[in-house]
Structure formats: structure tokens, C-alpha cells
């Protein structure tokens, strides 16, 4: 595997180069608007009847993927989720090719065989989004597992909703990643919502809790902050890589959209007044655009220039998605077996 | 010099051993694997020599371990699961059917999971309903896995090999029953390709299909035909899948008359499959319909007398094949 990235932090960690503070951030935004804008294409492409089946918006929880990928190096890896389009941008995927996969193009990441909610990417170290809920806490997992034993020094970084607090599975490994002191972080993005049930109907104790038993660090963030999430993410990477042991952090975050596409009238379960309260209060991009404003980093013109860029981008991914070819029917009964 | 004979475990240990010797890669996740050797003694030494950071033992979580073994095969690991009982192969199987299986297909072919999950098949071990199951049907029925049955040390040892070099997922049963079989066990480093059955009986009259446990009931029962004038062939598959699909029919169409043995539940099993293969591929050269026999479909009773009428014995395929072939 030879890694690549369109991450230029990433490009420059590898090379032992820091970016400046400014163009850290600047590029953190411009990753966060990606997937807003990525997802508002998506929900489009829903309407128009463009897209086979359904899809789960990451638009709200935007700052834990970045934040977190940020910290990472090209060459670690992730394991996604079934909302799972934020995390593989933000790890280094091209919307052109993710658009595709998500129209079941043969251009996409996965010659359209998976779709939505199966995106991976080996040059960016994605393990692959997941459709079973807690599906993948055992892949990352055991990507810690081999990164100990090959020595190679990378870490797994393992996105979760809290839904999949509810998966035995999740504290079957956690106990192993602990007792092998595997370098694996547990994120679990705390949309605040099982599908369509609020998760303290369904989660008893804390959330944290059930990390602690295990007697792994743990640490709990505003997932709308990503300058905390990174600043976070990143104490508990340095940890895991040096051998110190796996982590888990909770980020409190907030799903804008239904828990997919055809989830548009959601009264029954969440106010219209609570979704708004999030998007005007605690909008990540919104806080990170505040701040890089008041830092003078950049201003209002410039950060708006930025979202116009991002547009004409996605529409050229969106359109090349459309224009690609799908797979040949040939291709049916090609890579069930290696 | 007489040839070397093993155990079906020693066979199934030294295939573990030698390609833990050629790949470092190689290591094995599982209950008491390490000093205990598992409950059965397959295992036993191999920390010794490898250490216990290539023989891994884990708590008692089949779930967890084998998504931990998928992650690993994902990222450069060779791992070997071991399930102690073949009962407890519910437990993986989200893991072994969400996840190991679909992999490569749903990556377009990007990721790879080069494992093995070695487990247990077989009844009359007095062990109860939830110790004794025969469950390769459930993995045979899901694209993305391969499913090996060996019947014989050499066997196991040839088909371990090539288990483990394969490039996917790969489900091993072993018959618990089988484990103190002896037979002869070439030191060399060969492989028996995954795919290829075995005549392991020559004979005319009809043929007997047979997988792990049953390939020794159907050998014991073509040597008592035999005595009945009765001549017998007996195929064992060795992997139901890839299934050597020509093998069984060129036998069906050489004999007319064919019984599928395998110790699984004989409703909706690997029975009932390789009897529609052959029916399919030789009904025009059969003198009568295929017959299946299998587990029957009850829970497998703890009583001896009970147990022991769940599953065909050479005395029950005797009777079937006497039948099949006229001579009452």
C-alpha cells in the first residue's frame, strides 16, 4: 500500500513540517464545509431521484470528524458508520469518487458494489463505513492489534454513534483492547439520538462509564468545538501511539438532518425549536469561522469565498458522478473471493 | 522405512506449526490456546514455540476475538480464531457473516481478509444439545466464506496449509471425535488445494458421499458391503465450498445409486445441497433418487441410547445402501 492525500496537514506531519496555526484552521474549515456542502448534494441528488436508496446526513457532527482526522496521520486508520460520509472525507477521500459510489458508479470507491454505507479506501487507511450498528468496533480493533504486532506504529481510530452503546460486542473488545493496550480510540459521537429514539431512553448510567470499568482513559468534548476535539483527539492519539494503551472520548454533537434522507417529519421524537436551537447556537462551522475571524486569520469575505469554492467543487464532483458509467453486469460475481 | 503416521490433531498442529515457522505473520487467537492447548490438546506446545504474543489467549468473547482476527487480517496479520465448539460459532456470526465475508466484495475487491476460524463439529460425545452441533451448513450458505471438511490427518494437514495461505475468509471444522485418528502424515511441506475432492474408496455399485465424521462411518460401511457382494465408492468433498461439483456427478453417473452423508441437520443442510448438485448434473444416469443422511432434526439429546440414534452409524448407511441397491 502507498499511501496518498489531498490532506496537506497530513502531507506535511509525514515530512516532519508543521503547518502554521492559521492555515491548520483555515484548512479545518475548509473540510468542514466540504461535508456540509457534500451532504447538501446528497440530500439533492435524494429529491431528484438521482440516488438508488437512502442515505444518513453527517450535517451537525461535522467538527468530531474533522477534529479527529485532523490528528491523524495519513497512514492510520478508521472505521466508520453507517452516517459515514464526514468521516471519510475528513480522512481524505475525493467527493467525485465517494458521489459515484453513492450513485452505484463503477468510479466509485467500491465500483459501486457497496454504496453509502460501505465506503473504504485503502490510501487513506479507511477500514470501510459499516452498516451494522457497533459493525466495526472488532475491525478496528484488530487494526490495533496488527499495528502492535507489525510494530508499525499507527493507530485505529473506531467511529461510533452512542447508539451502538447497545452492542455487546463494543465491551467485548474493549476489555481486549485494554488488557493488550492496543492503540485504538473509541469516539462515540453522541448525536444525541438511537434512530429515532432519544439515547436516554435507551443508555443506563453514564456514558463514560462504561469506558471506565474497563479502566481505560477517558474524556468527554464539545463535538461542536473543533479546536477541543482536535486538541483532545490529539493528547489521546500521542498516548495510544507511544503504547500507553486504547482511549475512549465522547463527543457531544448533534444530527441536523432525520436519521436519513426519508426522515423529514420528525416531531413525534425531537422539537423543530431543539433543532434550531443547535444550528444557531452551536453550529461548528459557525464557531470555528467566529474564531478564526477574531484571531484575524481570516474574515467574513474570505471564509464566504472559501464556501463558493467548495460549491463549484461538489458540483463538479456531483456531475462527474452522474456522467460515469456503472458497473458492467459482468462485474456481478467478481471479488467475492480474493 | 513405513510411513509416518500422526494423529488427525498432531496433523492439524503441524500444519499450524510449519506455517507459523514460514510466516511471521501467522498467530492464533483463541480460548485457552496457549498453555492449556485447548481443552482438546490440538494446540499443545505451540506457545512454547512461538510465545505468547503469536498464540494469543482471550477472554471468553467469540465476538470480540474474531472481529479483532477480521481488523488483523485487514491490516497484515495472518490470523487463526480458534472456536473450541463448534455450538459456539452463533456467537462470531455477525462477524463472520456481515463482516469477513463482505469485505472484499463490498470494497470492490480493495480489502482483503486473509483468515481462519478453526472450530469443532460432531455428537456422541455425551456433550448435549449445546456442545455436539455439525453447523458447516450455516457458513457453506454465505458468499465470501469457504468451508473445509477434512476426514483424515493427511488431509487436515494439506487443507490447514492451504487454509492458511488462502487470501480469504475460511472456516475449518474439525471432528472432535476424530481427534486420536491416526493415518499417515508426509513431513514434507505439501497442500491440498481448497476445491478438490477425494475418492477415497473405488467401487461400482454405488456411491456413498461423505463428509468429516461420515467418511469414516461410510468406509466402515463399504467394507461391510463389500462382504454382501455390494461394491462401494466413497467421495468426501473435503471443502463444500468451492465444491468440486464434477467429482461427485462423474462418481453418481459411474455408479446410479448415491447417498449424501453428512452429520449435520439433515433438513435444509449440506446433505440437501449435494444431493440437488448430483440429482441436477446426473439425473439421466441415476437408477434411483439420491438419499440424504443426517443429524436428526431434534436438539442432540444428552442420553446415550437417545444420542446415539440422532446421527447415521455404519449399520444405518448399511441398511439404506442394501436397500438402495435391491438386496434386502
Not at chain 1, 489531498?6 to 464545509?33: C, F, I
Not at chain 1, 454513534?161 to 467485548?172: D, I, K, V
Not at chain 1, 485504538?184 to 432519544?198: A, G, L, R, S
Not at chain 2, 455408479?255 to 440437488?276: C, K
Request: hydrophobic fraction near 40%; aromatic fraction near 8%.
Amino acid at each position: 500500500m502507498n499511501p496518498v492525500t489531498s490532506n496537506p496537514e497530513a502531507r506535511e506531519s509525514a515530512a516532519g513540517k508543521p503547518a502554521t496555526e492559521k492555515d491548520r484552521w483555515l484548512h479545518a474549515y475548509r473540510q468542514m464545509v466540504s461535508i456540509r456542502l457534500f451532504e447538501e448534494q446528497v440530500n439533492d441528488l435524494y429529491t431528484r431521484a438521482l440516488m438508488p436508496g437512502l442515505a444518513h446526513l453527517y450535517s451537525g457532527e461535522e467538527a468530531v470528524a474533522v477534529g479527529i482526522c485532523e490528528a491523524l496521520r495519513v497512514d492510520d486508520y478508521i472505521t466508520s458508520t453507517h452516517r459515514g460520509h464526514g468521516h471519510c472525507l475528513a480522512k481524505g477521500a475525493s467527493p467525485d469518487r465517494m458521489f459515484a459510489e453513492l450513485l452505484g458508479k463503477e468510479t466509485g470507491y467500491c465500483r459501486g458494489k457497496g454504496g453509502s454505507m460501505h465506503i473504504a479506501d485503502p490510501a487513506t487507511g479507511n477500514l470501510g463505513a459499516n452498516a451494522i450498528v457497533g459493525g466495526s468496533v472488532g475491525i478496528a480493533t484488530g487494526a490495533a492489534f496488527a499495528a502492535k504486532n507489525l510494530g508499525n506504529d499507527r493507530v485505529a481510530v473506531c467511529f461510533f454513534g452512542e447508539g451502538a452503546l447497545g452492542q455487546g460486542s463494543l465491551y467485548e473488545v474493549m476489555n481486549l483492547a485494554q488488557l493488550w493496550k492496543l492503540p485504538v480510540i473509541y469516539v462515540c459521537e453522541n448525536n444525541q439520538y438511537n434512530e429515532y429514539t432519544h439515547f436516554q431512553e435507551t443508555t443506563a448510567g453514564t456514558i463514560l462509564g462504561r469506558a471506565h470499568a474497563f479502566g481505560i482513559e477517558t474524556d468527554i468534548v464539545d463535538g461542536q468545538d473543533v479546536r477541543a476535539v482536535n486538541k483532545i483527539a490529539g493528547g489521546l492519539i500521542k498516548r495510544a501511539r507511544s503504547g500507553v494503551g486504547p482511549a475512549f472520548l465522547q463527543c457531544d454533537t448533534y444530527r441536523y438532518s432525520g436519521h436519513h434522507v426519508g426522515d423529514i417529519n420528525r416531531e413525534y421524537y425531537r422539537s423543530k425549536q431543539e433543532e434550531q436551537a443547535w444550528k444557531s447556537d452551536r453550529d461548528p462551522i459557525k464557531v470555528l469561522g467566529s474564531w478564526l475571524i477574531e484571531q484575524r486569520h481570516s474574515d467574513a469575505a474570505s471564509l464566504e469565498e472559501i464556501w463558493y469554492e467548495v460549491r463549484k467543487e461538489m458540483e463538479s464532483a456531483v456531475k462527474f458522478a452522474i456522467e460515469a458509467p456503472y458497473p458492467k453486469v459482468e462485474e456481478v460475481d467478481q471479488h467475492v473471493y480474493a | 522405512m513405513p510411513e509416518r503416521e500422526l494423529t488427525f490433531a498432531q496433523a492439524v498442529r503441524e500444519a499450524l506449526a510449519e506455517e507459523m515457522r514460514r510466516d511471521s505473520r501467522v498467530c492464533i487467537l483463541g480460548e485457552d490456546v496457549a498453555e492449556a492447548g485447548t481443552p482438546f490438546k490440538v494446540l499443545s506446545g505451540l506457545v512454547e514455540e512461538f510465545g505468547a504474543k503469536r498464540v494469543v489467549d482471550t477472554p471468553i468473547s467469540e465476538a470480540g476475538f474474531t472481529g479483532v482476527a477480521v481488523g488483523a487480517a485487514m491490516t497484515g496479520m495472518r490470523p487463526v480464531v480458534d472456536i473450541m465448539f463448534g455450538d459456539f460459532i452463533t456467537l462470531t456470526m455477525d462477524q463472520m457473516v456481515n463482516q469477513a465475508a463482505k469485505v472484499h466484495y463490498m470494497s470492490g475487491g480493495h480489502w482483503k481478509v486473509p483468515m481462519v476460524m478453526r472450530t469443532t463439529l460432531g455428537a456422541t460425545r455425551r456433550s448435549a444439545a449445546q456442545h455436539s452441533q455439525s453447523l458447516q451448513a450455516w457458513f457453506s450458505h454465505v458468499p465470501g466464506l469457504k468451508v473445509v471438511l477434512p476426514s483424515t490427518p493427511y488431509d487436515a494437514k494439506g487443507l490447514l496449509k492451504s487454509a492458511i495461505r488462502d487470501e480469504n475468509p475460511v472456516v475449518f471444522f474439525e471432528d472432535k471425535m476424530m481427534y486420536k485418528l491416526k493415518g499417515p502424515v508426509p513431513e514434507d511441506d505439501y497442500t491440498i488445494p481448497l476445491g478438490v475432492a477425494d475418492v477415497k474408496r473405488e467401487g461400482d455399485d454405488i456411491t456413498l458421499v461423505a463428509t468429516s465424521s461420515m467418511v469414516q462411518v461410510a468406509l466402515g460401511a463399504a467394507e461391510l458391503l463389500e462382504k454382501e457382494g455390494i461394491s462401494t465408492e466413497v467421495v468426501d468433498p473435503r471443502t463444500t465450498w468451492p465444491l468440486d461439483e464434477k467429482t461427485l456427478i462423474d462418481s453418481a453417473k459411474k455408479t446410479s445409486r448415491v447417498i449424501v452423508l453428512d452429520e449435520g441437520y439433515g433438513r435444509y443442510g449440506v446433505t440437501a445441497e449435494l444431493a440437488a448438485v448430483i440429482a441436477e448434473g446426473a439425473f439421466y444416469d441415476l437408477d434411483a433418487p439420491v438419499k440424504r443422511m443426517g443429524a436428526m432434526h431434534v436438539p442432540i439429546p444428552f442420553s446415550p441410547p437417545l444420542e446415539d440414534a440422532t446421527v447415521p452409524t455404519e449399520q444405518t448407511v448399511l441398511e439404506a445402501a442394501r436397500s438402495m441397491c435391491g438386496n434386502q
